[in-house]
């Protein structure tokens, strides 16, 4: 099992509604949710190094 880092996101309310309802619409959680927007976002911006290259086609 991989370890996870923790830490406090101060959010306003509106933007977590949206997010909300966006996790809700793709059957995640909040956090799975921000997870993959974050994760999409690194791999977009070319910030983050693949550990295998076929997991990349997963979106």
């Known amino acids: 099992m991989s370890k996870k880092k ?3 996101l101060r959010i ?3 933007t977590f ?3 909300e309802k ?3 619409d793709e059957f995640r959680s909040v956090n799975g949710q921000l ?4 994760h ?3 791999k977009d911006a070319k910030r983050l ?3 295998n290259k076929s997991n990349d086609s997963d979106e």
């Open 35 to 38: 997870e993959w927007m974050i």
């Open 40 to 42: 999409k976002s690194l």
């Open 17 to 19: 509604k949206s997010i």
């Open 6 to 8: 923790s830490f406090v």
């Open 12 to 14: 306003d309310p509106e």
């Open 49 to 51: 190094k693949s550990k």
């Open 22 to 24: 966006w996790a809700d």
